[in-house]
T-cell receptor
Framework: DQQVKQNSPSLSVQEGRISILNCDYT??????FLWYKKYPAEGPTFLISISSIKDKNEDGRFTVFLNKSAKHLSLHIVPSQPGDSAVYFCAATGVAAGNKLTFGGGTRVLVKP | DTGVSQNPRHKITKRGQNVTFRCDPI?????LYWYRQTLGQGPEFLTYFQNEAQLEKSRLLSDRFSAERPKGSFSTLEIQRTEQGDSAMYLC??????????????FGDGTRLSIL
């Protein structure tokens, strides 16, 4: 039972344009959501997070949107840069979920110069 | 470097051997987590500690797996009688509990286990 899903395995975008990554979840106990970026041979790097009491959180070029009624979140990267090329993981957790992270399967982003 | 440190980075061993991995968390972090990641998948939770207490273990963690965090600082993950299916990246993460409702987990670069 996949509680967190990223339905797009890959995304290709031109440098300078917007990248939009999507994530859906099923467990209503999740109340904290995170995005991680992963380069080959490295561990996931924390990017940005959002609590369920908010619907938007912004940090520089990265914005995360949360739609609780749809159990959907998205990550917007604008403008996209070649260094953003990586695999992006959506993760969810909550006190009722034991504080452990449940990850989606990842979306590979390629930013073309 | 004050990030999460994992050793070794890569371990190759024969099926049936025992292996042990070490994780040193960020120094002030009291929570420590182990995850496993196979190719093309997101990381999957294995177990976590708050200080030295192991608070939760996934059903993925068979009785061949054991984890310890004896003094609430570094942790070890041991796999006994390794099997082909144990080949994966083993990731360690740490976070600080008690500083608000949620704190992000910060990951090390992992130990890649290859079973011959």
């Amino acid at each position: 039972d996949q509680q967190v899903k990223q339905n797009s395995p890959s995304l290709s975008v031109q440098e300078g344009r917007i990248s939009i990554l999507n994530c859906d979840y099923t467990n209503s106990m999740f109340d904290y959501f995170l995005w991680y970026k992963k380069y080959p041979a490295e561990g996931p790097t924390f990017l940005i997070s959002i609590s369920s009491i908010k619907d938007k959180n912004e940090d520089g070029r990265f914005t995360v949107f949360l739609n609780k009624s749809a159990k959907h979140l998205s990550l917007h990267i604008v403008p996209s840069q070649p260094g953003d090329s990586a695999v992006y993981f959506c993760a969810a957790t909550g006190v009722a979920a034991g504080n452990k992270l449940t990850f989606g399967g990842g979306t590979r982003v390629l930013v073309k110069p | 470097d004050t990030g999460v440190s994992q050793n070794p980075r890569h371990k190759i061993t024969k099926r049936g051997q025992n292996v042990t991995f070490r994780c040193d968390p960020i120094s002030e972090h009291n929570r420590l987590y182990w995850y496993r990641q196979t190719l093309g998948q997101g990381p999957e939770f294995l177990t976590y500690f708050q200080n030295e207490a192991q608070l939760e273990k996934s059903r993925l963690l068979s009785d061949r797996f054991s984890a310890e965090r004896p003094k609430g600082s570094f942790s070890t993950l041991e796999i006994q009688r390794t099997e082909q299916g144990d080949s994966a990246m083993y990731l360690c993460a740490s976070s600080l509990a008690g500083q608000g409702p949620h704190q992000p987990q910060h990951f090390g670069d992992g130990t890649r286990l290859s079973i011959l």
